[in-house]
């Protein structure tokens, strides 16, 4: 779906990195790792177009996919009293309308209960927890069908229920609607249950492969980075 070659980005005279490689298959997940600071966020920003690689190149096998991006938190989630179900509805290119096709109530509806939000439904998300407020961003996510999603430390503040169930419907939508993911983790137990592939990002380049082979003495487990 999506393969990294001999990429390398710069700010000002300092390389985050060089010489990565990786590739992202379909309906695999693939997680992106390393230290603090080491620039695994902006790598991510790279694929969505909102950072210049220095050099090397990001490219598309196939047509490029719809893509979504879950963050750790949303700030602006708390600036609106919207209902959870008029959150998830954002992701509709319209937004929120007083109408929507019975196709979209439908669709609406199946997205809040395979994310468990039935019931939260008419909840205000500024007065939700941490877990339910994450399943609202994964169901907005959800929501448009993508091909892509990223999932940016996602389970970073969530308990360990609420963790798991937010990558038990992940693994759900990778093997139901044909999803690949790219996900950054520092959770060593998150990698290894969900995770097919893994790229390790260094200083002074990069390490891919299969996380059954990925030898967890090289990570840092620790607080995420944003660079």
Do not use: C
């Not at 892509?148 to 693994?171: Q, R």
Request: proline share 4%.
């Amino acid at each position: 779906m999506l393969e990294g070659k001999d990429i390398g980005i710069k700010f000002g005279k300092r390389w985050l990195y060089r010489h990565v490689n990786f590739e992202l298959k379909s309906q695999h997940v693939l997680a992106v790792i390393g230290d603090n600071g080491v620039g695994k966020t902006t790598l991510i920003r790279a694929i969505l177009e909102q950072q210049k690689l220095t050099e090397g190149a990001l490219t598309w096998p196939d047509k490029k996919p719809v893509i979504r991006y879950v963050p750790q938190e949303r700030p602006d989630a708390q600036d609106f009293p919207l209902r959870i179900s008029e959150f998830v509805s954002l992701s509709f290119d319209q937004g929120i309308r007083p109408w929507m096709t019975r196709a979209e109530k439908d669709q609406i509806q199946h997205i809040l209960d395979d994310t468990h939000l039935v019931e939260l439904a008419d909840q205000r998300i500024d007065q939700a927890s941490g877990g339910e407020r994450q399943r609202s961003y994964l169901a907005q996510a959800l929501l448009v069908d993508p091909g892509l999603l990223i999932l940016d430390e996602a389970t970073a503040n969530l308990d360990n229920i609420a963790k798991y169930e937010l990558m038990d419907v992940v693994k759900h939508y990778r093997d139901h609607h044909h999803l690949s993911i790219i996900m950054i983790s520092h959770d060593l137990e998150i990698i290894k249950e969900y995770a097919d592939d893994y790229l390790l990002l260094k200083p002074e380049g990069s390490e891919f492969g299969q996380v059954k082979d990925l030898d967890v003495s090289q990570l840092e487990v620790g607080n995420q980075d944003h660079a």
